[in-house]
């Protein structure tokens, strides 16, 4: 079966995009995925908002991979977030490389590619860009925006800036912002594809070239910080790959090794290295505190939306007490939030694996939110 394609909707040059670095992006484009149907009333909208490295492909095999959907274990018929009830959004951030306008797109004003001259996104560019999105497809509230990492960050800005617009919010192993561990980890993947030979000052799509080497090492670094300790020795311990014993040499010796230079060559073929550029950036600069005079709760101050915040015990990419900044902010204004710590050894990629307790965590809250909102009730 061919995954299908995504529909991508088109804001030309009477509708610009202002953006935070207070230069103005048009035309623009977003690609998007949806699943199930809309409602009459047009209350059962979920936008699902996507990590980093993932993209609108949530729950459809992915056309260049031709792997399931990143979020297939929790988004589809009968799953936590059920597409036979409600109907389900996620679309390519913008500066992303499946179809959103980014860094590898046309510039109409030179005809070829914008390479760095596409300018420095944030995440409430990337929100802003979702909500022209929302208004093309005629929502005026969306029921619910849910997203782990990355996608938890859109979702806490979402729930700040478009308060009267979401009526339930899941951000999940994120924060409020980026911290200097996490910066520091981005700042090394960029130096990685700046210094490929290949990079060509952004340039390469003009000669025909990538920096896949400086992107896989990217790719790999970032990975560790996605699981545990304890998972990845579980998963490889020391043991080595292919033989019995040491060979005294610089080849990947360690089935650790081999794993993570496998998630390196397989990232570059599905991902634009300047993409990975703007995206880390654009996490870097997140920190919502900062735009409601250096107090989170200020961000949610006479919310009505309702919260589900989600860590995972063993993320040290966005530790629980991160979480807990966010829902102490919540508390401070008297917003509707619960709060789950859910016990798991997996690390910050808890979100994408197999975890029970998190499925049901979400099932439970999304039920609890469809009957205040008057949507029928779960079969």
Not at 132 to 144: M, N, P, S, T, W
Request: aromatic share 12%; proline share 4%; with cysteine.
């Amino acid at each position: 079966m061919h995954a299908p394609s995504s529909a991508v909707v088109r804001f030309d040059e009477t509708a610009p995009l202002k953006l935070a670095c207070q230069q103005t992006l048009a035309p623009f484009s977003v690609a998007y995925q949806t699943y199930g149907a809309l409602n009459a009333a047009k209350s059962n909208a979920i936008l699902i908002c996507h990590a980093l490295t993932a993209d609108q492909h949530v729950a459809n095999k992915h056309p260049v991979t031709g792997k399931p959907g990143w979020w297939d274990t929790l988004v589809g018929p009968g799953k936590p977030i059920d597409t036979n009830r409600f109907f389900v959004i996620c679309s390519n951030v913008l500066g992303g490389c499946m179809g959103s306008t980014g860094p590898a797109s046309i510039n109409p004003k030179t005809g070829t590619p914008y390479g760095l001259d596409f300018p420095v996104i944030t995440i409430s560019d990337i929100v802003d860009a979702q909500a022209r999105l929302i208004d093309h497809l005629g929502i005026d509230q969306l029921f619910a925006v849910v997203g782990g990492s990355m996608g938890g960050m859109q979702v806490l800005n979402w729930a700040a800036r478009y308060k009267d617009r979401v009526f339930a919010a899941a951000p999940i192993a994120t924060a409020a912002w980026h911290s200097s561990q996490n910066i520091a980890f981005h700042e090394v993947g960029r130096q990685a594809v700046m210094a490929d030979p290949d990079w060509h000052g952004g340039n390469y799509y003009a000669v025909g070239k990538s920096p896949r080497n400086g992107l896989a090492v990217a790719r790999m670094a970032a990975h560790i910080t996605y699981l545990s300790e304890e998972a990845l020795h579980r998963k490889f311990g020391r043991n080595l790959q292919d033989r019995s014993q040491v060979a005294f040499t610089f080849n990947a010796e360690f089935q650790v090794e081999s794993y993570l230079r496998h998630q390196g060559s397989t990232f570059v073929d599905r991902f634009d290295a300047n993409s990975y550029l703007y995206i880390t950036r654009a996490m870097d600069y997140f920190d919502l505190k900062s735009e409601y005079d250096d107090v989170l709760a200020n961000a949610f101050r006479g919310t009505k939306t309702r919260f589900c915040v989600v860590s995972f015990t063993s993320d040290w990419l966005y530790p629980t007490r991160e979480s807990r900044d966010i829902v102490q902010a919540l508390n401070a204004v008297a917003a509707n939030v619960s709060f789950v710590e859910i016990e798991t050894d997996k690390g910050h990629d808890a979100f994408l694996l197999e975890e029970p307790t998190f499925f049901a965590t979400i099932r439970g809250f999304l039920n609890a939110a469809a009957i205040k909102r008057g949507l029928e009730a779960a079969a």
